[in-house]
């Protein structure tokens, strides 16, 4: 294990790291539902949506690959759900990031904590279907 | 209305939450609910997967500029997140089995308990002297910058908070809110850490918390473009314009007037969900 002084120091490096990743995650995510946005609304903006009755979303706006697939295929729906999904996936990175730092530090029990946390995100993203 | 006008309002309506709610501390996310329930007619599910995605914006957004401050306590974040993470899945699966009116009445309550949090005193109280058994082992004891230099500070209560960090990712699974209020009472009060990093801390784990639950209310179809557009881009220009704001902005005054508003809509809440409106 490394002396305190050093792990505050490594800590240090990584919360600055984290930060940075947070930043990008969100700015990139925003920029991605503004894009998907504003086709939405010139496609549909004329249309009356109704959310008063809960119908849910269809399969390509609900499933992972098929959020990717619409969004590639310019479906504006698809890429406001793209963006969504890197906002999602921000957190989960900085997740991943927390276990290589850790890693580095040596510090095993947080590197299992971590390594636990990510294991239950990954189950809610991946696992847990209908 | 149409979607281009729809959109617009639902745009400015969240600006506005994101903005109170970061100069409050209370979080945007709180009053997209009742804002798109009440004042939209949105269906409480399509209600709570765009506030549940706004939650995660707002959070990383926020504790992106936090973390590079030194206050937030990493190893307690990321030892409570095994507690919220868990919470937050459970309760995203509870959520299907619980009826709107429910959801309703219980959203009600927790905007009562998180207006009545808001105004309770915040001075920081002294953090425990002896070292804990627990803490020590999870290597949790830290330093914050306080004045001067760094303060060094013992963490107690860990299993008591573990528990409690439990029952707010439960809360925000279930209502798709970040369950801040919650989340500070369990580092402030039981681990007595220093306000201002139980406040930084919880920020920072209230992503990863609606990030659990985000994915299975996406597979149910909860997360609609259309709606959680507007919504997510305005709460997260509307907190980010309220951090910029937030020093040197007198919050008391604002902080009542959140209250109050939040109570209003604690109670039409409750009542449109006794009453089955919701």
Redesign the interface.
Known sequence: MVGAVNQ?EL??R???V???L??T??LV??AV??F??VL??ID??????D????????AT???ISQIFRSALAGD???I??CG??I??????A??IF?VWAFLRER?W??VS??L??LA??L????A??? | ????E??LLLWVGSLAAGLLGSLTGLGGGVVIVPL?TLA????I??AIGASL?SV??T???A???Y??E?Y?N??VG??L??AT??G??AG??IAVYLHGHWIAVVFGVVLIYSAYISFAARADRESADATDRIATF??MDS?YPSGGGMKAYHVRGVPGGFGLMFVAGLLSGILGIGSGAVKVLAMDRIMRLPFKVSTTTSNFMI??T???????Y?????????????V??GV?LGSLAGSRILSGARTRVLRLVFAIVIGSLAVEMIYNGITGRI
């Open positions: 505050k800590d240090k990584a919360e600055i984290i930060g940075i947070l930043r995650g969100v995510s925003a539902v503004l998907g946005g939405y609304l549909s903006g004329a249309q009356h949506p959310y008063r009755a809960f119908r849910g979303e269809p706006l609900r499933q504006p729906a698809g406001i759900q969504l999904l906002l999602v996936a921000t957190p989960v900085r997740v927390s510090d029990m947080y904590v971590t636990l946390v239950l995100l189950y809610g993203l991946l847990a279907h209908s | 209305m149409g979607t281009l729809l959109s798109l939209f007619g949105v269906d599910r399509y995605i995660i914006a959070s990383s957004g504790a992106a500029a973390v590079r030194g937030s990493i190893r990321m030892f997140e095994i993470t868990l937050a899945l995203a699966f999870l290597r330093t992503g990863v609606a990030a659990a639950s985000a994915g299975i996406l597979d149910r179809g909860y997360v609609d473009p259309g709606l959680a557009m507007p997510v881009l997260l």
